[in-house]
């Protein structure tokens, strides 16, 4: 099964200043599916994520819930399957990131015990495994310090290009899903200078703590850029917010009083047909190729600011670091008034282009589902929307689907990973997408 797409140059005209910017890039005549993982009914594989090797491209590593580790040697094409091991269990949240050295990591949730839901060192720290063989082995697993019986969850890395230091934000809640006031939620951060073998003792950078029912008004979802002059960002959710943070001391210390940089309209626990909960967590992103928007600092979230029937997925940006924002554009152009979900952004970081990837009902009206990549060469002003699913599919409520998908781009090379359903057994997949200019 294999959808043509063929797009023609596509000229953009600035209302601004009447000039024609260069042609948007043409997505390839041939995109093809791949299936990466196909899971039993119950729980499995989702939450998937995935990272071009910027020292080989033709390497590419994914995971996905609980412990899948997949890794690739031809672009994505083929893919072998393992389960990643550790003394400290593989416990799901899967984030897999590739430094600029090529040493691999895999951060997931810990189970020390066995316990899980039971033991109370079940989710006591965030685990980052590391690969030095292009996945092939890893070393049993570093963390940050260990914070008593609270319990640690949703972390997201980022990785300095320039040393290779590796960011980590997670929310920490005192006691996960209690509803008692007195146990509350926050953000914290850790970094390692040694890629991965140990880490800072982590700090609270939020500075408005939540409550624990991992819902809408509990702080959650907090990612990380690295500006172009070596600070910090960070951003997450909270009370139909996205907050805002700056470290411009290697993340020593961190502002006082956090920034609101968007309204999230129905919070970041979003309903969806079809899905228990969906996940509309802000990704940031820094632009640090060479292009003409270099230095510029992306926001990625989703929202139902335009009614509960229609998710729509919003980027924003801003040149100065984060004190000043544009104003929210919305990213699928469509005017369906359908869902758009679980986005997630890269920025190549050889050409500086925006891809963005989601799920999309624009051409149903059902709980069928296609999956999206939007794509802007302008800096975010504008973004063309292609259909890379070869074939919908439809949800199930009773299935775990996960909270959120991943995209990697590298020198034209765009790799999206999604979960599908299908008869209640799920699936992870991934486009070949060689763009050319």
């Not at 990272?51 to 609980?66: E, N, Q, R």
């Not at 300095?160 to 209690?178: A, C, Q, R, V």
């Not at 146990?183 to 939540?210: N, T």
């Amino acid at each position: 099964m294999r959808n043509i797409f063929v797009i023609g140059f596509l000229f953009i005209i600035l209302s601004c200043s009447q000039k024609m910017v260069d042609p948007l890039i043409i997505i390839p005549a041939e995109i093809k599916n791949v299936m990466i993982h196909e899971g039993k009914s119950g729980l499995g594989p989702c939450e998937p994520t995935i990272c071009i090797d910027p020292t080989d491209p033709s390497v590419v590593i994914a995971g996905s819930v609980l412990d899948n580790i997949y890794t690739s040697e031809d672009g994505g094409n083929t893919w072998t399957r393992d389960r990643l091991k550790s003394s400290l269990q593989v416990y799901g949240d899967p984030v897999i990131r590739i430094d600029h050295k090529g040493m691999a990591y895999y951060a997931h949730l810990s189970n020390p015990d066995g316990g899980a839901y039971r033991s109370e060192s079940f989710l006591d720290r965030i685990v980052v495994q590391r690969s030095g063989d292009k996945g092939k082995s890893w070393n049993d697993g570093s963390y940050s310090k260990v914070r008593g019986s609270k319990d640690q969850d949703k972390q997201w890395l980022t990785i300095d290009p320039n040393d290779n230091t590796i960011l980590m934000t997670w929310t920490e809640f005192d006691k996960y899903g209690s509803s008692q006031p007195q146990d509350k939620s926050r953000i914290l951060f850790a970094k390692s200078i040694d890629q991965g073998l140990s880490w800072s003792d982590p700090i609270s950078i939020s500075e408005k703590e939540g409550n624990c029912v991992d819902d809408d008004d509990t702080t959650e979802g907090a990612t990380t850029a690295i500006g172009i002059n070596g600070d910090y960002y960070a951003a997450w959710a909270y009370n139909e917010k996205i907050y805002f943070d700056v470290s411009k001391d290697k993340g020593m210390t961190w502002e006082e009083n956090d920034r609101i940089i968007a309204d999230q309209v129905n919070g970041w626990s979003l309903s969806i047909p079809g899905l228990d909960r969906c996940n509309g967590m802000p990704f940031l992103k820094m632009d640090h190729s060479n292009g003409p928007h270099r230095g510029r600092l992306y926001l990625n979230w989703s929202d139902q600011r335009n009614g509960e029937d229609n998710t729509d997925i919003w980027v924003k940006y801003s040149d100065d670091g984060g004190m000043n924002w544009s104003e929210a554009k919305k990213v699928n152009d469509d005017d369906s008034g359908k869902h758009q979900f679980l986005s997630n952004i890269d920025i190549d970081p050889i050409t500086g282009i925006v891809y963005i990837v989601f799920y999309d009902r624009r051409n149903y009206v059902d709980w069928n589902t296609d999956v999206y990549l939007a794509f802007s060469k302008d800096g975010g002003v504008s973004f063309n929307n292609v259909k890379i699913s070869e074939s919908p599919f439809v949800p199930n409520t009773s299935v775990f689907f996960g909270d959120y998908n991943d995209i990697s781009a590298y020198n034209n090379k765009v790799r999206p990973i999604w979960t599908r359903n299908e008869d209640r057994s799920l699936s992870v997949w991934t486009a070949i997408i060689d763009v050319k200019n």
